[in-house]
């Protein structure tokens, strides 16, 4: 399947709060959920307004990863970039339906393709201890494990710990 990065826009905020909202129970099975309050649309849309701020200053990347018709499939992002440092925080997440077809593997090569002109030079990434797919994504990807965290979050009734990984584009 080919896929695409866009820049996250203003014009993307129906169509990926309805990715949001159907995929919402699939990726709380893996990742802390965001709160009941992201799920209306109103607050959706002032969270997306600000991640607009946060790329128009350069302080993050936010894409949506799309197939040839424009549907989305995913998001990839890097935030919270330190430029003195070149580092920033890679995120990312693939719709259920789309799981296991390898779009966040061509994706995460795309994306760090794209980052070349922009002055990161280090991505930081953590997953849960329980989400085996996104470890294997990220070690097959030049991601080295770096820690793996004491603290347990409860999640789904789960005692879960996060693993942390790193990469020098």
Do not use: C, W
Not at 28 to 37: I, K, N, Q
Not at 105 to 110: G, P, Q, R, S, T
Not at 123 to 151: H, P
Request: aromatic letters at 12%; a neutral charge; hydrophobic letters at 35%.
């Amino acid at each position: 399947m080919g896929i695409s990065l866009e820049k996250l826009r203003s014009a993307d905020d129906e169509t990926l709060f309805e990715f949001e909202v159907k995929n919402r129970k699939y990726f709380e099975r893996m990742v802390p959920s965001r709160g009941g309050d992201y799920y209306t649309f109103e607050t959706f849309k002032l969270r997306h307004h600000l991640l607009l701020e946060e790329q128009a200053k350069g302080e993050s990347y936010y894409y949506l990863i799309k197939d040839h018709s424009g549907l989305i499939l995913g998001r990839i992002n890097v935030v919270d970039i330190d430029k003195e440092s070149k580092l920033g925080y890679l995120g990312y997440r693939v719709g259920e339906e789309y799981a296991g077809k390898k779009i966040a593997k061509k994706a995460l090569k795309i994306l760090i393709e794209l980052l070349a002109d922009t002055g990161v030079e280090h991505l930081l990434a953590k997953t849960t201890n329980n989400n085996t797919a996104s470890q294997k994504l990220l070690e097959k990807n030049g991601f080295t494990y770096i820690s793996t965290s004491e603290e347990e979050v409860e999640m789904n009734g789960k005692s879960l710990k996060f693993v942390y990984y790193r990469k020098d584009l």
